[in-house]
């Protein structure tokens, strides 16, 4: 049925860098599941391709090999495999796997080594995946009568792959499949050194502003930017926003010489994962009907677990996020003197920048009865948080889409954000919509409307009845990624 009155299945091509559970570092890696899974269930015929790093190295025997290439200048050998039947089995797409034993098989975080620093080969690394990708596309040869008619890639490690698609086409007279490319995060651009080009088969046009140069180096994402047919942001606030200063980071004119070709489409959740009605992995179950007794169990809980005075009358605030300027900790950190004051407690997962990991560190060893922190990635408390939370911060400077906002939202968990990208377009806040509220959000990015916002949330945590309406609100939404992978499948068609 839904098949037909979406048209016929396509052929899609999706790759990434990461995908949980696999691998993940961030939202990416969800998007990369849940995204080709909702494809893959209405009716389209999905294929993911990623690197084999490490942990995902397809054991001898296992895994069907569907393409080989000897090393050719300038590139390594590599293979692809299809990771197999129980995958598509659970998934409803074919995973395949890039398998480059010199550029992937290492353990950990798919782009930076074991001291946090990016791999001295990224650039080598990801132009393989997109190269990988482009001749996968049956240009120069496809596997096995497989030909997408899309391919979409994904932030900057993918950057370089709708120029190669071009690139290679030319003079093969095979059709060249269309190509669409997602922002994700313009913050991280992939900037190379332009000598690097011939080792990455770049060619000589691209070395100029009007290609992918970018200040004096080669941008992978410029080139994503440039040469896609078609570029999707992951919210519309944040598709707008990027085509000005300061979060088109350098790249606003060229976005906004695009924008007749660029589209916002907000992520969604996966509520197989994202549900505290079916979540294994929190203290007590809940959904509507048993929602404040879910909720007061899974409070105590956390508060047990992080080590905190188990006091239902503390508004216990929670914050999950990779620990960089981007997300605003140092604001929360900032206001830790007003959450004292208004007795609330603070529970904090995250990890990344260590100047802000000790500051959390400080603060938590400064108020033990009021601050708990965990830093380092951890799945099952992420999801503990979004249960046993009052509230969720998320004063992040600017956000493409954000997740956890989202997530908490289904958890009867209102979150506090900044009014930026995805946050804006997925939180409504109680003075803008009483009745239809489901959070707070605040307009400029300091600590000061961030304290304001938490004095508001504090109040209205103290009337049940305008709480109980914010959390109902907000696990009443509907974020499934039904009809953004239909705005997704909306955008395929224009192009094919
Ligand atoms: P971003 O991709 O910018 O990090 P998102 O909100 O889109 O932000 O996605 C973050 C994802 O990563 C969420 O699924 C969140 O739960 C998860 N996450 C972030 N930090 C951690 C952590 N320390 N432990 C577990 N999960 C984390
Ligand atoms: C990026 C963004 C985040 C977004 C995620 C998935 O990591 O920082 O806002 O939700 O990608 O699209």
Redesign the pocket.
Known sequence: MLLHTDGPPLRILFVTPECAPWIKT???G??SLALPRALAALGHDVKLLMPAYGELRTPPGEGRLLVRHAAAHPWPAWQVVDAGDAVREEHGFSLLLLDCPERYYRPGNPYLDEHGRDHADNAQRFALLAHAAASLSGIPQGPQGWHPQVVHGN?WPCGLLPGYLDHYARGTGLPRPASLF?V??L?FQGLFPLELAPELAVPQAWLQPQGAEFWGQLSFMKAGLRFADLLTA?SPT?AREIQLEPLGFGLQDLLASRAGSLQGIL?GIDPAVWNPATDTLIARRYDLDTLDAGKAANKAALQRRMGLPEAPTSMLLGMVSRLTE?KGVDLVLDRLPLLLELGAQLVVLGSGDPALEQRLREAAAAHPLHVAVKIGFDEALAHQVEAGADAFLMP?RF?????NQMYSQAYGTPPIVHAT??LADSVVDLEESPRTATGFSFGADDAEALGQALQRAHAAWLQPQTWRNLQRNGMRRDFSWQASARAYVHAYRTLT
Request: proline share 5%; charged share 15%; net charge negative.
């Open positions: 961030g939202g990416l969800d998007v932030d997602t994700h995060n913050a992951v944040y992520n981007q992040s956000e493409p889409c954000g997740l990208g995805g």
